[in-house]
């Protein structure tokens, strides 16, 4: 009988009489060893949750109260565990302002679908520093009537992970040498920006532009020149241009400029501004200040284009007649 009572197999309510004084002591040593090994598994618990870079973390939805939140959000978040759970308040005010109502308009979808295996969005953290997190959760308990009681969580931090996308993104889509758009990138998106606007019956611009004289620049003064000249106005393509607006580098010395719910007289004034920033331009060389000029070609958009490249032709076409016309101008196809 002392031998199951120490297994712990004899319930109390089978001993018939008190226990002796071998049966106490085996009894409270076996107490105290139960008590350590709670004791160890509570400090392996509290050593993996440190050791998890995410912030595992619960909330009554019922009380709105978040009842708890593991080590790490004092290193993701940049705040005491206090913060977060003094109210969910709290935890909201921690949200970018722009993800705030996307952050919580995934929480109703995870209320009515029980669980979400992602949602990314922006925090701020205590010191100011924006971070992306991806957070995992679901619905762990529901009340009787089938109501949501406990929502669980793992908020992991991506930022890295962001900022490899956005470079890779960037990568793709930008040409290295000027940062504006490259080809491919342009006429995809100049191709969406077409059918929207016949679909639509919205207005829209078409500016392709070339250096003038840029080989002469490249044999005088060497590639490494040219390549400066190809910044400096990519540069002045950017600040004339609006939002919504895109810029790219679609050839050698070529660019093009799409102009979405642009009419003629408004890409009239936006070519034009473009035209006089370049003349601006002063770049250093050997021999002095170089004057930088560009020869421009506009087309609009007509009711009878069928296809992004009956835009592109016409404004090809302008493009080399203001060349054969003296350079430095825009000429409307």
Same mark, same amino acid.
């Given at each position: 009988?002392? *031998?199951?009572? &120490?297994?712990?197999?004899? @319930?109390?309510?089978?001993?018939?009489?008190?226990?002796? %004084?071998?049966?106490?002591?085996?009894?409270?040593? +076996?107490?105290?060893?139960?008590?350590?090994?709670?004791?160890?598994?509570?400090?392996?618990?509290?050593? =993996?949750?440190?050791?998890?870079?995410?912030?595992?973390? %619960? =909330?009554?939805?019922?009380?709105?109260?978040?009842?708890?939140?593991?080590?790490?959000?004092?290193?993701?978040?940049?705040?005491?565990?206090?913060?977060?759970?003094?109210?969910?308040?709290?935890? *909201?005010?921690?949200?970018?302002?722009?993800?705030?109502? &996307?952050?919580?308009?995934?929480?109703?979808?995870?209320?009515?679908?029980?669980?979400?295996?992602?949602?990314?969005?922006?925090?701020? /953290?205590?010191?100011?520093?924006?971070?992306?997190?991806?957070?995992?959760?679901?619905?762990?308990?529901?009340?009787?009537?089938? @109501?949501?009681?406990?929502?669980?969580?793992? $908020?992991?931090?991506?930022?890295?992970?962001?900022?490899?996308?956005?470079?890779?993104?960037? =990568?793709?889509?930008?040409?290295? *040498?000027?940062?504006?758009?490259? /080809?491919?990138?342009?006429?995809?998106?100049?191709?969406?920006?077409?059918?929207? $606007?016949?679909?639509?019956?919205?207005?829209?611009?078409?500016?392709?532009?070339?250096?003038?004289?840029?080989?002469?620049?490249?044999?005088?003064?060497?590639?490494?020149? !040219?390549?400066?000249?190809?910044?400096?106005?990519?540069?002045?393509?950017?600040?004339?241009?609006?939002? !919504?607006?895109?810029?790219?580098?679609? !050839?050698?010395?070529?660019?093009? =400029?799409?102009?979405?719910?642009?009419?003629?007289?408004?890409?009239?004034?936006?070519?034009?501004?473009?035209?006089? $920033?370049? #003349?601006?331009?002063?770049?250093?060389?050997?021999?002095?200040?170089?004057?930088?000029?560009?020869?421009?070609?506009?087309?609009?958009? +007509?009711?009878?284009?069928?296809?992004?490249?009956?835009?592109?032709? #016409?404004?090809?076409? $302008?493009?080399?007649?203001?060349?054969?016309?003296?350079?430095?101008?825009?000429?409307?196809?």
């Amino acid at each position: 009988m002392i *031998l199951d009572f &120490y297994n712990g197999d004899l @319930m109390d309510e089978q001993l018939t009489g008190p226990l002796s %004084a071998d049966e106490t002591m085996l009894a409270l040593l +076996h107490s105290r060893a139960e008590a350590e090994r709670l004791r160890d598994r509570e400090r392996l618990f509290s050593a =993996l949750l440190e050791s998890v870079n995410a912030v595992l973390w %619960a =909330l009554d939805w019922q009380t709105r109260e978040i009842v708890y939140v593991s080590p790490a959000y004092e290193q993701i978040f940049g705040r005491p565990m206090a913060f977060a759970l003094s109210s969910y308040d709290d935890w *909201l005010n921690n949200i970018y302002p722009d993800d705030l109502q &996307y952050a919580q308009d995934s929480l109703n979808q995870v209320l009515q679908q029980g669980a979400m295996e992602s949602r990314e969005y922006r925090i701020i /953290r205590g010191d100011g520093e924006v971070r992306w997190l991806s957070d995992k959760c679901f619905v762990s308990q529901r009340t009787e009537a089938g @109501m949501p009681l406990l929502i669980v969580g793992m $908020a992991e931090d991506i930022t890295d992970k962001k900022r490899m996308e956005e470079e890779l993104q960037r =990568l793709a889509t930008t040409d290295v *040498l000027t940062r504006s758009s490259n /080809r491919r990138h342009f006429f995809e998106s100049a191709q969406r920006a077409f059918e929207f $606007a016949k679909a639509s019956g919205e207005s829209l611009a078409f500016l392709l532009m070339d250096i003038d004289d840029f080989k002469k620049i490249n044999d005088r003064f060497g590639h490494q020149m !040219g390549d400066l000249v190809l910044q400096r106005v990519a540069e002045c393509g950017a600040q004339a241009t609006r939002r !919504g607006d895109l810029f790219g580098r679609i !050839g050698g010395e070529e660019f093009a =400029l799409l102009l979405p719910g642009c009419d003629l007289e408004l890409a009239e004034q936006i070519g034009g501004r473009l035209q006089r $920033a370049v #003349r601006q331009l002063m770049v250093p060389t050997t021999d002095g200040p170089l004057r930088v000029t560009i020869s421009q070609g506009l087309a609009i958009l +007509h009711e009878s284009d069928t296809g992004l490249d009956a835009l592109y032709a #016409r404004a090809d076409e $302008a493009m080399y007649k203001a060349k054969r016309q003296g350079k430095d101008q825009i000429v409307q196809g």
